[in-house]
């Protein structure tokens, strides 16, 4: 064995190793000099096509877009793609966007709580008056906005939502209430008479429709004398049971294969239309209703709540309701009878206290009212009034 290593590997036992690795590295030379054949060409190009496909599935698989615009901001998207969130009436929903557009669409504040929205996107129901309306909010805020309480009443607003009338040293102004109170509040700020009854408007206030010749176009009545004088300015025939509509003028339900659908219909026919087409039954009674549709009144843990029924079953559910909070009819009270519970509240024209009335005895009052306006249109005196006289 070499210990100087000046024989140049050539001594044992590794002179034959070196040789051999020396030859072997002269091959591979060789063999790069040399030109590839036609054969290995083609070779090599399948070999860069079937590259280029794996890594097309590949970008597709991250994500990865090329030539696609982002819907939001219309750049060319270059990293990878992401899909825009789900939103309602929004065009752009699952549509491709950047990931920039993404985050920005994710982390939008609740115009309410002025919180980043984490789950689903919703909008802020529409109110007149109301800045939010239109924009978005979180899940939690809107089911408040739809659930709020009138400032008057103190009901749930199930329907359209309006702010009270400004009035001067009123702290309701500008807070949330019902359609009804603020038709109320309006006609009591607006202290107006009806045009055509002369009687003082208390509830929705409408305007008189025009008519050629009518100096009371225009002008504010009630609800009761616009809806007549709209049906005389119609002039309209009801489609259903052919007699001319002298109340509140309503049109027939849409039905497929129904010539009567849009026209011109009386009130009472169309409650019934629209109950055959609902086909429901009452909730309470478990009959057809075949007239007016009602709603079931919200009772704490009663399923029916809410629910379609007819108008029977309806007036005794209002009934027995007001008889557990202490609403009941003075007039029956007063003679004292069986303790019924009040369906309808009136104002004292005096002292303003409301007090109820049940069923039978409204429809007294209501005949009582009317007589006396009779009476009163046609230039006679009020009726005497009798007492009953007192015996020891």
Not at 203 to 229: E, F, M, N, W, Y
Request: with cysteine.
């Amino acid at each position: 064995m070499c210990s100087g290593g000046n024989c140049g590997g050539k001594c044992l036992p590794f002179g034959p190793l070196l040789e051999g690795r020396k030859k072997n590295d002269e091959e591979e030379e060789e063999e790069e000099k040399r030109e590839p054949d036609d054969g290995e060409e083609e070779e090599e190009d399948e070999e860069d096509e079937e590259d280029k496909e794996t890594s097309a599935l590949a970008d597709e698989k991250q994500g990865k877009t090329r030539n696609e615009k982002c819907v939001c901001c219309d750049k060319l998207i270059k990293g990878p793609k992401y899909v825009f969130p789900k939103r309602e009436g929004d065009d752009r929903s699952g549509k491709a966007c950047c990931r920039g557009c993404r985050t920005r669409a994710l982390n939008l504040k609740c115009v309410c709580c002025d919180k980043p929205i984490k789950g689903q996107k919703c909008v802020f129901p529409k109110r007149e008056g109301d800045v939010r309306s239109g924009q978005p909010c979180c899940p939690g805020c809107r089911t408040k906005a739809l659930n709020e309480k009138c400032v008057c009443c103190d009901k749930l607003i199930k329907g359209q939502k309006r702010l009270f009338p400004k009035i001067d040293g009123d702290v309701r102004s500008g807070q949330p209430c019902c359609l009804g109170c603020y038709d109320k509040a309006r006609a009591e700020k607006m202290n107006e008479n009806c045009v055509v009854c002369q009687k003082k408007i208390t509830s929705q206030l409408r305007r008189h429709p025009t008519i050629d010749g009518d100096d009371r176009s225009g002008k504010p009545c009630c609800r009761g004398c616009h809806d007549k004088a709209h049906a005389e300015k119609m002039n309209e025939n009801c489609v259903v049971c052919q007699k001319k509509i002298t109340s509140d003028i309503r049109f027939y339900p849409t039905t497929e294969g129904d010539d009567r659908s849009g026209k011109p219909c009386c009130r009472g026919c169309h409650d019934k239309a629209r109950a055959e087409k609902m086909n429901e039954n009452c909730v309470v009674c478990q009959k057809k209703i075949t007239s007016r549709i009602h709603f079931h009144p919200e009772i704490d843990g009663d399923d029916r709540s809410g629910k379609p029924c007819c108008y029977g079953c309806i007036a005794k559910a209002i009934e027995k309701k007001n008889l557990e909070l202490d609403n009941i009819c003075e007039r029956c009270n007063a003679l004292r009878k069986k303790k019924v519970g009040g369906r309808y509240a009136r104002k004292c024209e005096i002292s303003s206290e409301v007090y109820w009335r049940c069923k039978e005895c409204h429809r007294r009052l209501l005949s009582k009212i009317n007589r006396d306006e009779k009476r009163r249109r046609e230039g006679k005196p009020p009726p005497r009034k009798y007492t009953r006289r007192k015996f020891c």
